[in-house]
């Protein structure tokens, strides 16, 4: 269970957990919720392999973050601007990302449910430590997007905590109508926040089919973005609780793929990583503490 290659496996299937999980902080501490991530990866994960397939893994990535920002400007605009409940703007986002994905795929490779395999970014082996036999499969051929995955925690602990833009945006988040009266512009940093979720959401989603499988495949978010939001609330809106949630679960579904047993069918097995996020999050969420102003619609020169 603590192998080596178990502690790689598991970080591997935690990364795009991790990576949406922070995109959710910057949303929510903006005061806004994101119920839409779901889609946002879809879109992701489709214009990732799409544009890779024509033009290269690095142009992947980047049309999947600007994907995923574009299906964020479209929950900004309709929760923001236009007041619309969050939490439908954001199943509206999911319906509509896949909708508009399945058909893109009809159009443009003739098949609804998958894409052409793809070319993924060089991998990266650290020298020295691959050297070491215990190390070597945490050290060797690991994606790049692993070790950007990690440094987002530290740097978004930083802007959050450090920076003027963070200080701003959490002061939103807990009440917009003291920041208006000091010259925050609300709106705009809700919209930061609202689009920062979706570039991250829309990396992650490259992360699964240019990295992960080298192809879109229908479905295979499987729940992440919605995993994500739990990982983020389990970590108090902190982005280093939300890693070590997001390790959780990737080592919880690493553990159910190498459990093999004729007893327990194979569809329990796999059920596993998300009956225990349900349990954690039940466990946790009453010592949690949203930002105050979260969910409520913000009009300009109106208490919240």
């Known amino acids: 269970m603590l192998s080596a290659e178990m502690l790689a496996s598991a970080i591997r299937l935690a990364v795009p957990v991790i990576i949406t999980a922070v995109g959710a902080i910057y949303s929510e501490r903006s005061g806004v919720i994101n119920i839409g991530l779901e889609g946002m990866m879809i879109a992701g994960c489709f214009t990732g392999a799409a544009v890779a397939f024509y033009a290269g893994p690095y142009a992947g990535i980047l049309a999947a973050v600007a994907a995923g920002a574009f299906f964020a400007l479209i929950h900004a605009v309709a929760s923001v601007h236009f007041r619309v409940d969050q939490i439908?703007?954001?199943v509206a986002i999911n319906i509509l990302a896949y909708g508009v994905v399945r058909f893109s795929s009809l159009s443009i490779f003739k098949m609804a449910t998958t894409t052409p395999h793809v070319d993924c970014l060089p991998k990266v082996?650290?020298?020295?430590?691959?050297?070491?036999?215990?190390?070597?499969?945490?050290?060797?051929?690991?994606?790049?997007?692993?070790f950007l995955a990690f440094l987002l925690i530290?740097?978004?602990?930083?802007?959050?905590?450090?920076?003027?833009?963070?200080?701003?945006?959490?002061s939103v988040g807990e009440h917009p109508l003291a920041a208006e009266t000091l010259g925050v512009n609300v709106y705009l940093m809700k919209y930061c926040g609202v689009l920062i979720s979706g570039a991250l959401a829309g990396l992650?989603?490259?992360y699964l089919s240019i990295e992960h499988t080298q192809m879109y495949v229908e479905g295979m978010t499987q729940g992440l973005g919605f995993i994500?939001?739990?990982?983020?609330?389990?970590?108090n809106w902190m982005p280093l609780g939300?890693?070590?949630?997001?390790l959780l679960f990737g080592f919880a579904q690493a553990l159910s793929?190498?459990?093999?047993?004729?007893?327990?069918?194979?569809?329990?097995i796999k059920m596993v990583p998300y009956i225990l996020t349900i349990v954690?999050?039940?466990?946790?969420?009453?010592?949690s503490r949203a930002p105050a102003a979260v969910g409520v619609p913000y009009e300009r020169g109106e208490a919240a």
Do not use: D, H
Not at 154 to 170: D, S
Not at 228 to 235: D, E, R, S, W, Y
Not at 242 to 246: D, I, L, Q, S, Y
């Open 88 to 90: 439908v703007s954001g």
């Open 125 to 146: 082996t650290i020298p020295g430590l691959a050297a070491v036999p215990w190390l070597e499969p945490l050290v060797s051929k690991v994606s790049p997007l692993i």
């Open 154 to 170: 530290p740097f978004t602990a930083w802007v959050m905590n450090r920076t003027v833009f963070g200080l701003r945006l959490r």
């Open 204 to 206: 992650s989603g490259a």
């Open 228 to 235: 994500a939001l739990a990982a983020m609330i389990f970590g």
């Open 242 to 246: 939300a890693m070590w949630a997001g």
């Open 257 to 268: 793929l190498r459990v093999v047993t004729e007893a327990v069918p194979y569809q329990f």
């Open 280 to 287: 954690v999050l039940a466990g946790f969420v009453r010592r």
